[in-house]
């Protein structure tokens, strides 16, 4: 199992999102679920009805916190009320590790609330890199960095942006969160070869895996999580799993949400891609079957 310092050395298997439509099916019918991922700042609140329903759930399923406005890549000092509300959740949760998106998306205390793309320079990774280490000081707790989809490229850019990635990770001795349907995302909107960027990752560094649907435009794939996930985005997984082994797995689905089964269903394809000798996890009857091979892909792929 790819279990290892950057997630608590846990092997959790398939998990999906906690969203709000499958809250009483949760708590009333309690199904087989290896673990959920819930949106930090959901819950980054002083009481009230969502903290009293994550600590129903946590008295029965295992949690990870994954943030959204972090904004590592934005040029001012992190935000340190925010850190400490953040702090706080984490000690409720007693979340393994944290994620949170490589990005910027703030300007001078105003929040775009939105995940940008960043310019691929040295000196964003040197500062981008330092914020993380001061996050992972003050929330004591392993962070994993994930990979965002994008729709604009920086001409000042210095290097790819799975360089760009590798740059940031090794200077903050972070781990990643891999998002192999953000890789083939990018990768039809900027014309590269998503098994490129994927066997160019420091596999030893991935916490998480997540997977998920999007949304194909006439110029452009935009990353909805209002969709089953596609045959070539299976495919990276594949080959995640067979640098990678058996990671902790995380299906989005976020908007247009089908039933808990619906979900949980899709989440657990994921087993199908473990090798043979693993057993898989989730529903009973779910086989292991060897990786699948992802042979004639090529960037432009739709």
């Known amino acids: 199992m790819a279990?290892?310092?950057?997630?608590?050395?846990?092997?959790?298997?398939?998990?999906?999102?906690?969203?709000?439509?499958?809250?009483?099916?949760?708590?009333?019918?309690?199904?087989?679920?290896?673990?959920?991922?819930?949106?930090?700042?959901?819950?980054?609140?002083?009481?009230?009805?969502?903290?009293?329903l994550l600590d129903q759930i946590l008295e029965q399923y295992q949690v990870v916190q994954h943030g959204v406005s972090m904004y590592f890549g934005s040029a001012e000092p992190l935000n340190r009320e925010h850190l400490q509300r953040l702090k706080n959740l984490v000690?409720?949760?007693?979340?393994?590790?944290?994620s949170d998106h490589l990005c910027w998306g703030s300007v001078d205390g105003s929040y775009s609330h939105d995940l940008l793309p960043m310019p691929y320079t040295f000196e964003a990774a040197r500062v981008t890199a330092q914020k993380i280490k001061e996050a992972r000081d003050f929330l004591e707790v392993p962070i994993a960095v994930e990979n965002v989809s994008s729709y604009a490229e920086f001409h000042v850019s210095e290097m790819t942006e799975w360089e760009f990635l590798n740059e940031v990770v090794e200077r903050a001795d972070c781990g990643i969160l891999l998002d192999v349907n953000n890789?083939?995302?990018?990768?039809?909107?900027?014309?590269?070869?998503?098994?490129?960027?994927?066997?160019?990752?420091?596999?030893?560094?991935?916490?998480?895996?997540?997977?998920?649907?999007?949304?194909?435009?006439?110029?452009?794939?935009?990353?909805?999580?209002?969709?089953?996930?596609?045959?070539?985005?299976w495919k990276l997984y594949a080959r995640a799993i067979e640098l990678a082994g058996p990671t902790p797995t995380l299906l989005e689905w976020d908007d247009h949400i089908p039933s808990f089964d619906e979900v949980h269903a899709e989440a657990l394809k994921a087993n199908r891609y473990l090798p043979a000798e693993v057993p898989s996890t989730g529903l009973a009857g779910t086989q292991s079957v060897p990786s699948a091979v992802a042979d004639g892909f090529s960037a432009g792929t739709r």
């Not at 649907?213 to 089953?228: M, R, V």
Request: glycine share 6%.
């Open 3 to 52: 279990a290892n310092r950057f997630n608590s050395f846990k092997e959790l298997g398939v998990g999906i999102g906690l969203r709000i439509p499958h809250y009483e099916h949760i708590l009333t019918k309690k199904p087989v679920c290896d673990w959920f991922e819930i949106i930090s700042e959901n819950f980054m609140i002083d009481g009230g009805r969502p903290l009293h």
């Open 91 to 98: 000690r409720r949760t007693k979340t393994p590790w944290l």
């Open 183 to 233: 890789i083939y995302v990018s990768s039809q909107n900027h014309s590269f070869n998503p098994f490129t960027y994927l066997e160019s990752v420091p596999i030893e560094r991935v916490a998480q895996i997540h997977i998920a649907g999007h949304s194909k435009y006439e110029k452009y794939i935009l990353d909805t999580h209002d969709h089953a996930v596609i045959d070539p985005v």
